[in-house]
């Protein structure tokens, strides 16, 4: 088991940054690929960026690409999303994700989830 959880959510105005964490916690964090995935009020959840079990590759979506950094510090147990120029329409649940295939931005592929934490961005 893995258990995951979110922080760094909060209100932001658009163009500013935010920076978000997932602390893991059970098996051994390293062994798992890592995701981000978000979901908006009334849309399915979305992949948005991944990064390999040793964190020397990463996957973004096209709609993030060039604004958000994935990373993660395998000493740590984290794994973190740096997200800047902020748009409304990136406001959503942010969740953070635990798998067993490198850099996969399918949702099924991963099998630990986080509960979420909401990102709100103003106009």
């Known amino acids: 088991q893995v258990q995951l959880v979110e922080s760094g959510g909060g209100l932001v105005q658009a163009g500013g940054s935010l920076r978000l964490s997932c602390a893991a916690s059970?098996?051994?964090?390293?062994?798992?690929?890592m995701g981000w995935f978000r979901q908006a009020p009334g849309k399915e959840r979305e992949f948005v960026a991944s990064?390999?079990?040793?964190?020397?590759?990463?996957f973004s979506a096209s709609s993030v690409k060039g604004r958000w950094t994935i990373s993660r510090d395998n000493t740590e147990n984290t794994v973190y999303l740096q997200m800047n120029s902020l748009k409304p329409e990136d406001t959503a649940v942010y969740f953070c994700?635990?798998?067993?295939?490198?850099?996969?931005?399918?949702?099924?592929?991963?099998?630990?989830w986080g509960q979420g934490t909401q990102v709100t961005v103003s106009s």
């Open positions: 990064i390999s079990r040793s964190g020397n590759r990463t």
């Open positions: 994700a635990a798998g067993t295939v490198d850099n996969s931005p399918v949702l099924r592929q991963y099998v630990y």
């Open positions: 059970g098996r051994t964090f390293s062994s798992f690929a």
